[in-house]
């Protein structure tokens, strides 16, 4: 089995389903632009016939895209297929993501349907995906976290028979564990007697904070696409998020022996890019792109980090596009990092004439809580003065 995980990317689709988080189409053809830029494989750029703008989207998005794959979702009925094809058909590469719920709790209360009349209805979507002229066909397992394992299989199999090319095996309510999420693509891989027609894909919602373990966990056991979203965006609690997982491969290729295709050094522009354009502020201790993922505040770390980035930071911050950590001056800092702050801004102290700062940097850091560069040349320059009197 190959070592390359395909990264797609579904900030468009699953993502925009954020409450409050709708784009226009310029701001979705930009971020369009971006994710190539980052290397994702697939763009998941809308569901077209859910109104006029998301077709419209879909389309320019289709004909811009060069290298990555475009898709549109669509429900498993032909109306839909033929909407989603007409956007994509002007795709270098188009693929067409239809599929239907699989549990027995969406099968009763949602699409009040038999397995038997489902399954029918899942293979007749692709047969039909299949004879527009579409031959990259994903299917969506939806629900299928709380699914039953043996009708799972079945409609798995049923699908691939029918051209599905990749198999969505989505945690659509994030109630999966790993241990769980990940023995089910173990599971469909060992069991699905023409699993080796498709491409397994995961793709997780974040209810109990665990999107980003369990696609880790899909990966471990098999699955080589992830589904997911610049920021974590996404309905409710969010989708897994792609600067997570993909870092999580990179500083783990140790544990997952996995590759992406992913620039990393363009994660932090992209994210950014999105949280502006959505309006979806990025928590400050936000894992990768929060603003305090790569700043340092106790004095003990400021020393450590100062003395050798490594002692406090798994991650290269340039690896994902920041120029160098933060050291936040504040009542924990201690000498080693006033020093070094003071040296960065071109003053050097005596030692006695230091303590002297280093003092009533204290007072300041108790009264005003951080300390930034102005206050520092502020005690520099005095400091300076009384020194030459
Ligand atoms: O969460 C989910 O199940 C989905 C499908 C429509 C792919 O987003
Ligand atoms: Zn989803």
Not at 41 to 46: H, L, S
Not at 199 to 221: E, M, P, T, Y
Request: charged content about 30%; some cysteine.
């Amino acid at each position: 089995m190959s070592n390359r995980v395909h990264i797609f990317d579904t900030t468009l689709r699953d993502g925009e389903q954020s409450p409050g988080a709708a784009l226009n189409v310029d701001e979705k053809l930009e971020i369009a632009r971006q994710l190539e830029r980052l290397g994702v494989d697939i763009i998941e750029a809308g569901f077209p016939i859910s109104s006029p703008g998301d077709f419209d989207a879909v389309q320019r998005i289709a004909k811009q895209v060069q290298n990555a794959t475009v898709c549109g979702l669509t429900r498993a009925v032909r109306k839909d297929i033929d909407v989603a094809w007409d956007a994509l058909k002007g795709a270098k590469r188009p693929r067409i993501h239809t599929g239907l719920g699989v549990s027995d709790n969406h099968l009763q209360h949602k699409l009040r349907k038999s397995r038997d009349e489902a399954l029918e209805m899942g293979v007749s979507a692709v047969a039909y995906a299949k004879s527009l002229g579409c031959d990259d066909i994903e299917y969506f397992t939806e629900d299928a976290g709380r699914a039953d394992p043996d009708y799972l299989c079945r409609v798995v199999e049923a699908v691939i028979n029918a051209g599905a090319t990749v198999i969505n095996v989505p945690d659509t309510t994030g109630y999966a564990t790993p241990e769980e999420y990940g023995a089910i693509f173990r599971m469909l891989l060992e069991r699905v007697p023409n699993a080796d027609k498709a491409i397994f894909s995961a793709h997780c919602h974040d209810d109990l904070g665990l999107a980003v373990a369990n696609s880790l966990a899909a990966a471990k056991n098999g699955a080589r696409q992830i589904e997911c979203t610049i920021n974590g965006i996404g309905e409710r609690a969010g989708n897994t998020s792609l600067e997570e997982v993909v870092m999580a491969l990179k500083t783990r290729r140790d544990y997952y022996g996995l590759e992406t295709g992913i620039n990393t050094r363009e994660i932090t522009r992209t994210s950014r890019l999105v949280s502006n354009r959505t309006g979806i502020l990025v928590q400050p201790n936000k894992a990768i792109v929060g603003a305090n993922a790569f700043a340092h505040s106790s004095g003990i770390h400021q020393d450590g980090v100062l003395k050798e980035r490594t002692t406090y930071e798994i991650i290269d911050p340039a690896d994902v596009g920041i120029s160098e950590s933060k050291i936040i001056l504040s009542p924990r800092s201690g000498r080693a990092a006033l020093k070094h702050r003071l040296e960065v801004l071109g003053h050097t102290f005596e030692d006695a004439a230091f303590e002297k700062v280093y003092e009533r940097f204290l007072e300041v850091a108790d009264r005003k809580k951080m300390v930034y560069d102005e206050d520092l040349e502020a005690l520099a320059t005095d400091e300076a003065r009384l020194v030459n009197q």
